[in-house]
């Protein structure tokens, strides 16, 4: 079992709507979390940190549920420009180990 | 300020040559990651540096792998002999220090296909 796993995708959402995915993760020692944007063919690029229960940064909020071990990201009124791939991220020990996910592909269409 | 900068941005080489990528990280920045991505898949460490001691490399290949830091500035990836399923994008990033949970910064990748 991968330590950060999410759903592939494709999300196909249309412009101005919510769409929201998971990405749950294995190890509980987990102290914090990211959300990165990746384009295609372009270097990951941080979105979100996540260190407490959530976060919410304009149209984009991340919520963390430790005890199912699961966190969330959810795109209000989404625009052309949110078409991109979704790296979920647990810093996975103390000593500053990163884990990706292997992404979700959000599209979002006219 | 300047960014994670790595070069060469694209390398073809064909099977069984030597490659060699180069990261020059964000001034200040102590944690150093070496991250292989495959097509459709996340990042997946290699090595990472704290200053120039490598804490974690554990999933580098070492019969073909090497990685160094000197002086915990820049950093030199290397593999020699190159395989058919090397071809992959190879991607430093660099953090203040990772035990703060400071987010880490990606550099462009290199793009190496091996034919």
């Known amino acids: 079992r991968k330590e950060v796993e999410q759903d592939p995708g494709p999300f196909n959402v249309p412009e101005g709507a919510t769409v929201a995915f998971n990405c749950t993760y294995s190890?509980?020692?987990?102290?914090?979390f990211f959300w990165y944007r990746q384009d295609c063919r372009k270097e990951p690029k941080l979105l979100m940190s996540?260190?407490?229960s959530g976060n919410e940064d304009g149209r984009f909020t991340a919520q963390l549920n430790r005890a199912s071990q699961y966190i969330s990201l959810l795109i209000r009124d989404s625009k052309l420009s949110d078409s991109a791939t979704y790296l979920c991220?647990?810093?996975?020990?103390?000593?500053?180990?990163?884990?990706f996910g292997a992404g979700t592909q959000v599209v979002v269409t006219p | 300020e300047a960014g994670v900068v790595q070069s060469p941005r694209y390398k073809i080489i064909e099977k069984k040559q030597p490659v060699a990528f180069w990261c020059n990280p964000i001034?200040?920045?102590?944690?150093l990651y070496w991250y292989r991505q495959n097509l459709g898949q996340g990042p997946e460490l290699l090595i990472r540096?704290?200053?120039?001691?490598?804490?974690?490399d554990s999933q580098l290949p070492k019969d073909r792998f090497s990685a160094e830091r000197l002086k915990g500035v820049d950093s030199t990836l290397k593999i020699q002999p190159a395989e058919l399923g090397d071809s992959a994008v190879y991607l430093c990033?660099?953090?203040?220090?990772?035990?703060?949970?400071?987010?880490?910064?990606f550099g462009q990748g290199t793009r190496l296909t091996v034919v």
């Open positions: 990033a660099s953090s203040l220090r990772a035990q703060d949970n400071t987010e880490a910064f």
């Open positions: 190890n509980s020692a987990s102290q914090s």
């Open positions: 996540v260190y407490s």
């Open positions: 991220v647990a810093l996975t020990d103390s000593w500053g180990k990163l884990q």
């Open positions: 001034s200040g920045h102590n944690t």
């Open positions: 540096y704290e200053n120039e001691e490598a804490v974690d």
